[in-house]
């Protein structure tokens, strides 16, 4: 019956935040013995209660904070996204994203492009025949991490995964996002690419 489905679903959720309560109380044993369980744990999605915390957990950035009060710096949101920024620029380079020289963004452009062309060589053609270059519609996906390309609960559930396995997950939803959206994408030209209907596309297929 719905009532039944619905305590099961219940239910289970509570064995879930049991679970992240378990992994997240002995942190860093737990990280040793149960690697494959809890990322794939974080697969599935951290709950909105403990995603704060586990996220600075799996960036290694409760360890800085313990060394400054951290029972009186976890109370502060600020505090907290600070230092999981600061762990995301140093510890999954996304700070040399941002150098002048960019060299890490134009790797990843050139990763992604051969990505592309390797699984989805209909729309990588269609892409070189409007002259549509991978950075002119992916850069902000690896500068932002897609949180500025999908929505709030999906692009958290990509940071999940992110911090936990770092850059290869937004290379997966790129291409996954480019083969959603393929037919769509293919009926562009130049200019309606240009004109942003390319995220337009992604965010209907995301």
Known sequence: TSSTHDRTEDGGEEDLWVKW???ANDWENNWK?????IRELVRRGIPLHFRAL?????C???EALRK???AEYIKMPEEEAFAVLVK?????KMRDM?????????????QLENLVAEYLPDLNQHFQSQNFHTSMYASSWFLTLFTTALSLPLACRIMDVFLSEGMEIIFKVA???LTLGKEELMSLDMEGMLKGAINEVIVRVG
């Open 21 to 23: 309560g378990h992994i």
């Open 33 to 37: 013995k149960q690697n494959v369980q």
């Open 54 to 58: 586990v996220w600075q957990l799996l």
């Open 60 to 62: 290694g950035a409760t």
């Open 68 to 70: 400054k009060l951290y």
């Open 88 to 92: 995301i620029m140093e510890d999954f």
């Open 98 to 110: 941002f150098k002048p020289s960019m060299a890490e963004l134009g790797l990843c452009m050139f």
């Open 175 to 177: 291409l996954a996002m």
